[in-house]
């Protein structure tokens, strides 16, 4: 995938493809998740001292993926989760996670367990949440016991978040539609 600064076609306003997702706000995102399931760090770094996109194209980028996070974790969980299934999941993924991005297990897990409202363990670290869900989503689909795949997560996302909480994200971010 061509990452975002080097896209032919660059987006200046708001513009949902008929899913309801912006492209170039979604491949902000899905930059981080392709480099994280491929386990290159050296690239994810270098792409982090690359020009910035828009301030509510990262702010959309974000939301994209944590409702991606939410998507994909519950479809690697199967079910509803609980704490417990959070937990052993992390537990399970973070040794991959922890190779492209430097967090730790109990801040992915706490991070995880808000997407679920589940009371989360009140880690003190802060990351960014583009890093956070990037990673861990970039990892679950480069696992091939998961059988996900960004195409599926996308469709989840685009029946998660509403257009109208799009706008209202990007209108705070002051951009006019």
């Not at 998740?33 to 020009?51: C, F, T």
Request: a neutral charge; aromatic letters at 6%.
């Amino acid at each position: 995938m061509t990452p975002w600064w080097r896209r032919s076609r660059r987006q200046t306003g708001y513009a949902p493809a008929a899913d309801g997702i912006d492209d170039t706000a979604w491949g902000v995102f899905t930059d981080f998740v392709d480099l994280a399931s491929q386990h290159r760090v050296a690239k994810i770094r270098e792409m982090q001292g690359r020009p910035k996109p828009p301030d509510w194209q990262v702010r959309l980028a974000e939301v994209y993926g944590i409702n991606a996070l939410r998507c994909a974790t519950g479809a690697a969980i199967g079910k509803r989760p609980d704490r417990n299934d959070i937990h052993d999941l992390i537990v399970r993924i973070h040794p991959a996670i922890a190779r492209v991005a430097d967090l730790s297990a109990e801040y992915v897990e706490d991070i995880v367990r808000q997407m679920w409202n589940v009371p989360p363990r009140a880690t003190l670290e802060t990351h960014s949440m583009l890093a956070v869900t990037g990673a861990t989503v970039g990892v679950l689909v480069a696992d091939p016991a998961m059988r996900l795949d960004l195409v599926a997560v996308r469709a989840c996302v685009s029946t998660e978040i509403s257009p109208d909480e799009v706008k209202r994200l990007i209108a705070i971010a002051g951009v006019e539609l």
